[in-house]
């Protein structure tokens, strides 16, 4: 078992405040082990007792009566049988109807601290984001990262060896249990995409057309990198006879997108200041998603690349946009707070060509942030006039500052 150290000291630093700790991302990323990661170390180093920590999984059949909101109620106060503090785990709690119900409830004790799991955005949508505001936190939890995959690994196996394996299978925990049997690997994410595709998004939100819809999946992750518009899309699939609107195609993106699939980034105007409405990009949740979508094609390893990236800056920091500088584009802008830097991605630009068409937007940028160019030449850190050129394979295994 990886200990999720980032995702633990997360949790450490809100136990016992009065907020409902929220723990979001996609199927099987590894949140209920984190919640027993962390129920273990509250037993281990604070001494809680088991019968203090009350742990529900509601796709489990045996809870099925719990999920009427007013039964799952008289169970836990029927457990919570002193005034200790209790700890309560709900995984993918929004099978539960009115589940917030319960939890402004629970609120009003000062002994119960909750913790919740989901795989569905809608957990923070609509009334509950309402119900709660300013009483929770979210705490995003990612497919392992390529430092944690690599930690697994036998000391032999070379960086580069590793990145191939990683972009091949992906992070998500169990495939590192069976990582030895491609075919056994193939199996399971494949059926880990259908569950999310028919379980999160057609049944969720109703959609009939799931052929349709696995053809903007496909679109989406074949254009990974690139800017999209909605209506380019429609166009683009209609006039290769897949007739679909821009309403449907916006539909099908939201219901991805709040399933954890994808990840919508919208650009960010540097010289205007200004968040831009027009043109997104869209990455996927986990590398080894991509063979499963559209097959084993080599595709563009620049685009692989920068998917890997934008999932790593998505771990470190609280926000990140695609830049636009004149005409030209800044591949990432991390924000966190007051801080900012703002990063290129390529596979190598030991062409000169290719590196001064990496630096250019970079140059253009008239503030005093810190600029990265990242790349897969293995090469001694570089200093281009203030940029530095790293090799992504170190930066990837840096540990992450919370």
């Given at each position: 078992m990886i200990i999720r150290k980032t995702y633990l000291s997360q949790l450490l630093k809100w136990k016992n405040q009065p907020v409902v700790k929220v723990i979001t991302g996609i199927r099987r990323s590894g949140k209920s082990t984190l919640l027993e990661m962390f129920g273990q170390q509250l037993q281990s180093?604070?001494?809680?007792?088991?019968?203090?920590?009350?742990?529900l999984n509601f796709e489990d059949l045996d809870n099925e009566e719990l999920t009427d909101y007013h039964r799952l109620y008289t169970y836990l106060k029927s457990r919570m049988k002193d005034r200790s503090m209790y700890y309560l785990f709900f995984d993918e709690i929004q099978m539960v109807k009115d589940f917030q119900r319960v939890i402004d409830s629970l609120l009003l004790r000062s002994n119960v601290d909750i913790y919740v799991t989901g795989s569905n955005a809608y957990?923070?949508?609509?009334?509950?984001?309402?119900?709660?505001?300013?009483?929770?936190?979210?705490?995003?939890v990612y497919p392992l990262s390529f430092s944690e995959c690599l930690s697994t690994l036998p000391e032999t196996m070379?960086?580069?060896?590793?990145?191939?394996?990683?972009?091949?299978?992906?992070?998500?925990?169990?495939?590192?249990?069976?990582?030895?049997?491609?075919?056994?690997?193939k199996d399971y994410l494949e059926?880990?995409?259908?569950?999310?595709?028919?379980?999160?998004?057609?049944?969720?939100?109703?959609?009939?057309?799931?052929?349709?819809?696995?053809?903007v999946?496909?679109?989406?992750?074949?254009?990974?990198?690139?800017?999209?518009?909605?209506?380019?899309?429609?166009?683009?699939?209609?006039?290769?006879?897949?007739?679909?609107s821009s309403h449907t195609v916006e539909n099908f993106i939201s219901a991805l997108t709040l399933s954890y699939i994808f990840y919508d980034v919208t650009r960010y105007d540097v010289k205007g200041m200004a968040h831009l409405k027009s043109g997104h990009k869209y990455y996927l949740a986990d590398p080894g998603l991509r063979s499963i979508i559209i097959g084993?094609?080599?595709?563009?390893?620049?685009?692989?690349?920068?998917?890997?990236?934008?999932?790593?800056?998505?771990?470190?920091?609280?926000?990140?946009?695609?830049?636009?500088?004149?005409?030209a584009?800044?591949?990432?802008?991390?924000?966190?707070?007051?801080?900012?830097?703002?990063?290129?991605?390529a596979l190598s630009v030991r062409d000169e060509h290719t590196l001064n068409r990496e630096l250019t937007p970079l140059n253009d940028?008239?503030?005093?942030?810190?600029?990265?160019?990242?790349?897969?030449?293995?090469?001694?850190?570089?200093?281009?006039?203030?940029?530095?050129?790293?090799?992504?394979?170190?930066?990837?295994?840096?540990?992450?500052?919370?």
């Open positions: 180093e604070d001494h809680v007792s088991p019968d203090h920590i009350i742990s957990l923070l949508s609509g009334e509950i984001a309402t119900l709660l505001t300013g009483r929770y936190i979210e705490i995003k070379s960086p580069e060896s590793a990145y191939r394996q990683y972009v091949d299978i992906g992070g998500f925990p169990y495939t590192l249990r069976i990582s030895h049997d491609r075919q056994q690997i059926g880990l995409y259908n569950t999310i595709v028919l379980k999160d998004v057609v049944t969720r939100w109703k959609f009939s057309n799931v052929s349709m819809l696995q053809s999946v496909r679109f989406l992750t074949d254009n990974i990198g690139n800017v999209m518009a909605v209506k380019r899309i429609s166009d683009t699939m209609t006039s290769a006879g897949r007739k679909i084993t094609k080599t595709g563009d390893l620049g685009h692989i690349l920068e998917n890997v990236v934008y999932l790593e800056l998505r771990r470190r920091y609280r926000e990140v946009y695609v830049g636009k500088v004149g005409d584009e800044i591949d990432f802008i991390s924000v966190d707070g007051a801080q900012k830097a703002y990063y290129q991605v940028i008239s503030d005093h942030y810190p600029k990265y160019l990242l790349t897969l030449d293995n090469d001694p850190v570089i200093s281009h006039n203030g940029i530095l050129q790293l090799y992504v394979l170190d930066w990837l295994r840096e540990e992450p500052v919370r």
